[in-house]
């Protein structure tokens, strides 16, 4: 393993004849990716090759790319007397951010500075092969992932340019048999396609011109449900006592009139699923997820007009949750629905709908068909949003606005 890092290192130095270009916002990319990998489970590490992947994207807007993403390795099971390799399959949702282009002036010349390299974050499914143990094949195993990776790419051509990237995949407690959350690392090598190049690009009006403006906190309260397939709903609440108080305390960016990146914390108070036979609620039990969302301002996808005070932006994202009564650590997804309202340049109003998918092992229960999708909790929170700085995106005064 150590010589093909090495290998990858070398090549990928000799190519760095150029570096990457300054992407057009709308652009079309591809990739394809091959290398090796280190799995670490259960206190031990395995290194092997092969590890390859497939990318295919668009920048949103010159810092920002959202990709669809397939990586595979095949890789030693954890599973205590199983034999040989099996396929491990990552299928993710990616965004990356070009570093250079939020900082710096970011122009094709022979070598960017002060390094170029796309940092990239990702949730997806994740996909473990039966695997043979005493001689009788295991089932697959299914589970969420996250992932945080670095891109850096080399420009060759005025469409092509050469990569190495790294991506650590966080897989959840009890995957692959493992009693312990575990990783998956790769390194390769690849080779990527691009659309076209806007080397001569300037923000526009309705995107975030300065670092430090269009930064903003929130802080919600509502109500929480436990879903187990929403069950729950069929039974008297009063039994299950699957609704809970539950909070929201944020941080995000608007990037441009219609892409928000946000840091989220939700939970605290949650239950296990209700006990039919014996009538009996789950037990409760505390917890937390802070999750990533990228959300899209729907109300501003045809145009940005004047005067208009709300802002609906549909979201997607992931993150780490855990336990503390007794502790787990895993990786969950949401997706969610906000509803934000100008009251002034320093403050909104905010409604928030999301759901949030966990594995089972931390909900405390599948629900009746033991699909894992229909595991985890629905939120409903109203809330506050203090905005820092000038913040422009969002919502703009009338032309010939008069203020008292």
Not at 18 to 37: E, I, R, T
Request: net charge positive.
């Amino acid at each position: 393993m150590k010589k093909i890092l090495t290998t990858l290192l070398l090549v990928f130095c000799c190519l760095g004849v150029s570096a990457q270009p300054a992407v057009k916002p709308g652009s079309l990319f591809a990739s394809v990716n091959g290398g090796g990998f280190a799995y670490s489970h259960s206190g031990t590490t395995a290194f092997g090759t092969p590890a390859f992947g497939v990318e295919f994207g668009s920048w949103l807007m010159k810092p920002l790319a959202f990709q669809i993403a397939y990586e595979g390795s095949m890789a030693p099971s954890a599973i205590k007397g199983s034999t040989g390799n099996t396929l491990f399959s990552f299928m993710s949702a990616e965004f990356k951010w070009d570093f250079n282009a939020t900082f710096f002036h970011v122009y094709n010349k022979t070598f960017q500075y002060p390094v170029p390299f796309y940092p990239m974050i990702g949730l997806g499914l994740l996909m473990r092969q039966p695997v043979t143990l005493n001689g009788v094949k295991t089932p697959t195993d299914n589970e969420f992932q996250a992932m945080l990776g670095l891109q850096l790419p080399v420009r060759l051509t005025n469409r092509l340019s050469a990569s190495l990237e790294y991506k650590c995949f966080f897989l959840p407690q009890g995957f692959d048999g493992s009693n312990a959350p575990n990783n998956m690392h790769m390194v390769t090598l690849g080779l990527m396609w691009r659309q076209s190049d806007d080397p001569f690009h300037r923000k526009t009006a309705y995107e975030a011109r300065n670092t430090s403006e269009d930064w903003f906190v929130g802080y919600g309260v509502g109500a929480l449900f436990n879903s187990f397939e929403f069950e729950g709903l069929t039974i008297n609440p009063s039994k299950t006592k699957l609704w809970n108080i539950t909070g929201d305390m944020m941080v995000g960016r608007n990037y441009s009139d219609v892409w928000t990146i946000r840091f989220e914390l939700s939970g605290y108070f949650a239950r296990h699923r209700y006990n039919v036979e014996k009538e009996q609620p789950g037990n409760w039990y505390p917890f937390n997820m802070l999750h990533t969302d990228f959300m899209v301002n729907v109300a501003h996808l045809l145009r940005f007009k004047r005067g208009d005070r709300l802002s609906v932006l549909p979201y997607l994202g992931a993150g780490p949750v855990w336990t503390y009564k007794k502790p787990t650590f895993t990786v969950g997804a949401d997706a969610g629905l906000m509803f934000r309202y100008y009251i002034d340049n320093a403050g909104d109003v905010f409604f928030d709908a999301k759901y949030m998918m966990v594995p089972p092992r931390v909900a405390g229960g599948a629900g009746p068909s033991g699909n894992i999708l229909g595991v985890g909790y629905m939120t409903l929170t109203v809330g506050y949003i203090h905005n820092f700085g000038h913040s422009t995106v969002r919502y703009r005064m009338p032309v010939n606005h008069c203020t008292d």
